[in-house]
């Protein structure tokens, strides 16, 4: 699924706007433990957290991860938007909170993390 599908999945709109939403999405994973993020993220995730720093952007591009997706409406501060604008990482925003969002992404057929 790539990234425009899941927006319109997820009713999420885009925070990173000049980042392609092409990128594939092949599984995806919740929480919000930065340790535990960078022991078990991978490529191709659409990560859910409601953490907005920079190391949030860090974390995600290390892994090589297609998207960030804040649920619940949150915002991400704009150094850390900046941030994953220059690394080319799309950073969403859901009315939705993290267990819908992880919901509607399972009933779609997108794995957990392998």
Request: hydrophobic letters at 45%; charged letters at 20%; glycine letters at 8%.
């Amino acid at each position: 699924m790539k990234v425009s599908e899941l927006m319109t999945l997820i009713e999420a709109r885009s925070l990173t706007p000049d980042v392609s939403q092409e990128g594939e999405v092949t599984c995806g994973y919740a929480c919000d433990l930065l340790s535990w993020v960078m022991a078990h993220g991978e490529a191709g995730m659409a990560w859910v957290t409601v953490q907005t720093h920079l190391n949030v952007v860090a974390v995600a591009s290390l892994a090589e991860m297609t998207c960030v997706v804040l649920p619940e409406g949150i915002e991400m501060e704009e150094e850390s938007l900046s941030k994953a604008q220059a690394e080319g990482m799309c950073v969403l925003s859901s009315p939705l909170t993290t267990y819908e969002i992880c919901g509607r992404m399972a009933m779609k057929g997108i794995p957990a993390h392998g």
